[in-house]
């Protein structure tokens, strides 16, 4: 919580868009325009996105800022379809004409074998390469961008045509969502994973529970949690609806980032005083494994 005064106490995630929208204060419900700190793209929906970029900015428009267009290939590889090839080879043709910063091929084009620095699946690459930073705002064509809210930053999915203006002009209209808040205390039993958290949440509320809602996870559970535990809990709350996920940054969100980035950021936390749509607590020493069942992750079920 922030200390001293507070004129108009905001949850996390509206403190980050009210930055990013350049807002003394937000309220659920607000349309804002934001600046976009990175955008990435796959090679799923990147060949769109790029389409669509040249369709409305011309033929050689050029990205508001090529250090903060992310592009991974990482759904279409290592397939011999010339369709699904062709995706990758559209993103490698437009990085190198834009002279994108980070992309992070496939190929090795010296002798076109797998490229030994190649990153993976896009959401663990953007946390491992330093793209994912508190207070930012990062946004993807992939509904698990949310992934990113572990490190108390604002992160969710777009799609092909946001993604197009948000490649040209930096910035994309958002609705300010309200904040669900998820207080998780007690100690992890060692027979308990994050995605059991994520599970046991999801089965609570149902996988409409937070529909176009911010879900902020506190408490001393989530405080012992390794960054790769917050990602798996963040990752997971578009199967519940939910804008973003976001866990508070701390001492292990800053360890984490140590040498991957050198961009400065600056966190930000929810006022004591903000107001959230709902409180959900759980003592987690008392949860046990589960399990979600056909044909929706929902459909939760304890292991046993």
Same mark, same amino acid.
């Given at each position: &919580? *922030? ?25 659920? =419900? ?79 084009? *010296? ?6 620095? /190649? ?6 690459? @953007? ?22 809210? &572990? ?5 969710? =999915? ?11 002009? =930096?910035?994309? @209209? @958002? ?34 529970? &937070? ?28 199967? &519940? =609806? ?13 360890? /984490? ?7 400065? /950021?600056?966190?930000?936390? *929810? ?5 959230? /749509? ?6 987690? *020493? ?19």
């Amino acid at each position: &919580a *922030s200390t001293g005064s507070v004129k108009s106490p905001m949850t996390t995630t509206e403190k980050i868009l009210a930055r990013a929208s350049e807002r003394a204060s937000l309220e659920p =419900g607000e349309n804002v325009w934001v600046d976009v700190d990175v955008l990435m793209t796959h090679d799923v929906c990147g060949p769109g996105t790029i389409g669509i970029f040249k369709q409305e900015f011309g033929e050689d428009a050029k990205v508001w800022d090529r250090e903060k267009v992310v592009i991974i290939p990482d759904h279409y590889i290592f397939t011999s379809d010339e369709r699904a090839n062709r995706n990758v080879d559209i993103l490698r043709d437009f990085c190198e004409e834009q002279k994108i910063k980070y992309f992070y091929d496939i190929k090795d084009l *010296s002798d076109f074998r797998a490229n030994p620095d /190649y990153k993976g699946v896009c959401h663990i690459a @953007l946390a491992q390469e330093g793209h994912c930073r508190p207070g930012e705002v990062l946004l993807g064509t992939d509904s698990h961008t949310c992934n990113a809210g &572990a490190f108390g930053q604002f992160a969710t =999915g777009i799609g092909n045509t946001d993604a197009g203006f948000v490649m040209g002009t =930096g910035k994309a @209209l @958002l609705k300010v969502p309200p904040t669900i808040r998820f207080v998780l205390d007690g100690e992890m039993p060692p027979y308990l994973l994050a995605k059991d958290l994520i599970l046991q949440i999801i089965g609570e509320i149902s996988v409409s529970g &937070a529909t176009y809602r911010s879900m902020e996870f506190v408490g001393s559970t989530i405080e012992s949690l390794t960054m790769e535990e917050r990602m798996t809990l963040c990752n997971m709350v578009i199967e &519940a =609806g939910g804008k973003n996920g976001v866990v508070p940054a701390d001492e292990t969100t800053f360890k /984490y980032l140590e040498g991957k980035t050198s961009v400065e /950021y600056e966190p930000v936390y *929810s006022d004591a005083q903000a107001r959230f /749509y709902s409180d959900y607590r759980f003592d987690v *020493s008392k949860l046990e494994p589960v399990v979600a069942k056909p044909h929706s992750p929902d459909n939760r079920a304890q292991a046993r």
